[in-house]
């Protein structure tokens, strides 16, 4: 079992920059890819990014690509995502996932419980 807790959502103004952060508990010797969903009022849960085990493999939604960037620190068992120029569009609940033996591009089964987002005009 993996636990994981998602923190570092609030308001934003449009252009400004926020970073989440999930901490991650339980199994966590396992090597997991990691990845961060976002889910909008009446829309489906969408990939956002992704880091493999080893962080040297990653990837991006076409609509964050350039503005977002994903990162890990093992050591702390904690996965981020810096988001800058942020975008009314981004508003959303954002969810950590794990994907055992994934490179980061998957669903897995392992969800945090979300923290929002609100990018304000």
């Known amino acids: 079992q993996v636990q994981l807790v998602e923190s570092g959502g609030g308001l934003v103004q449009a252009g400004g920059s926020l970073r989440l952060s999930c901490a991650a508990s339980?199994?966590?010797?396992?090597?997991?890819?990691m990845g961060w969903f976002r889910q909008a009022p009446g829309k489906e849960r969408e990939f956002v990014a992704g880091?493999?085990?080893?962080?040297?493999?990653?990837f991006y939604a076409d609509s964050v690509k350039g503005r977002f960037t994903i990162s890990r620190d093992n050591a702390k068992n904690t996965v981020y995502l810096q988001m800058n120029s942020l975008k009314t569009e981004d508003t959303a609940v954002y969810y950590c996932?794990?994907?055992?033996?994934?490179?980061?591009?998957?669903?897995?089964?392992?969800w945090g419980q979300g923290t929002q987002v609100t990018v304000s005009s």
């Open positions: 996932n794990a994907a055992l033996n994934g490179l980061g591009n998957t669903r897995g089964k392992y």
């Open positions: 339980g199994r966590t010797a396992s090597r997991y890819g």
């Open positions: 880091i493999s085990w080893s962080g040297g493999t990653t």
